[in-house]
C-alpha cells in the first residue's frame, strides 16, 4: 500500500539520490493531513455559517471560564487565531450577536469579549458535529495510536517552542 508521500519520496530517490528526502516522510503527511482535515472540518463550520477561526474563538470563549469571557490578547493565547486576524474575526461575530466587547472594569483601556447567548447556543450546536467529524478523521487508529501519536506530536511541537509555559 502507498500514498501519495510516497510516490513524491521515490521521485525524489530517483532524481537526487545523494539527498536524504526522508523529512518529507513525515513533515509531507502532515501537510496533507492537515489539508484533508481541515477541508472536513470546514464543511462542518460552514453548515452553522461559520470558518475554523470563527468556531475557534467561539470555542475559546466557551470553554475558558463560567463567564466565558476574555481579553482579546487572552483569545490569541487560548486559540489558534493569529492576532492580525482576531480584529477582524470578533469584527463579524459580534456584528452577528454571536459574542459582545465591553470596556474593561479593571482596565480603562482594555476590552472584554464575551459569548453571547446566541453564540453559546451556536457553538454548542457545531460542537457534537466538530467531534463526530475529527472522531471519524482519527477512525483508522486505535486508542493506543492515537494517545501515541497525540504523544509525539506533541513532543514535537515543545521541541520547536510551542509550549503553555
Avoid: C, Y
Avoid at 530517483?14 to 528526502?21: I, K, N, T
Avoid at 474575526?89 to 447567548?117: F, I, M, N
Amino acid at each position: 500500500m502507498a500514498d501519495h508521500v510516497d510516490l513524491i519520496l521515490e521521485q525524489w530517490g530517483e532524481q537526487r539520490p545523494d539527498l536524504d528526502a526522508s523529512p518529507m516522510a513525515v513533515l509531507g503527511r502532515l501537510k496533507r493531513l492537515a489539508q484533508v482535515a481541515d477541508n472536513q472540518l470546514r464543511a462542518n463550520f460552514a453548515r452553522h455559517g461559520l470558518d475554523s477561526a470563527s468556531f475557534d474563538v467561539l470555542a475559546t470563549l466557551r470553554r475558558s471560564n463560567s463567564e466565558h469571557r476574555l481579553t482579546p490578547a487572552g483569545l490569541m493565547r487560548s486559540s489558534m487565531v493569529t492576532s492580525g486576524a482576531i480584529t477582524q474575526r470578533l469584527d463579524r461575530l459580534e456584528a452577528r450577536g454571536l459574542v459582545t466587547r465591553t470596556p474593561s472594569e479593571t482596565d480603562g483601556r482594555g476590552v472584554q469579549v464575551t459569548l453571547t447567548a446566541k453564540g453559546l447556543r451556536l457553538i454548542d450546536g457545531v460542537l457534537p458535529g466538530h467531534l463526530q467529524t475529527e472522531e471519524t478523521l482519527l477512525a483508522a487508529l486505535s486508542k493506543a495510536e492515537r494517545k501515541q501519536l497525540a504523544d509525539t506530536l506533541r513532543t514535537l511541537l515543545e521541541s520547536l517552542g510551542d509550549r503553555t509555559d
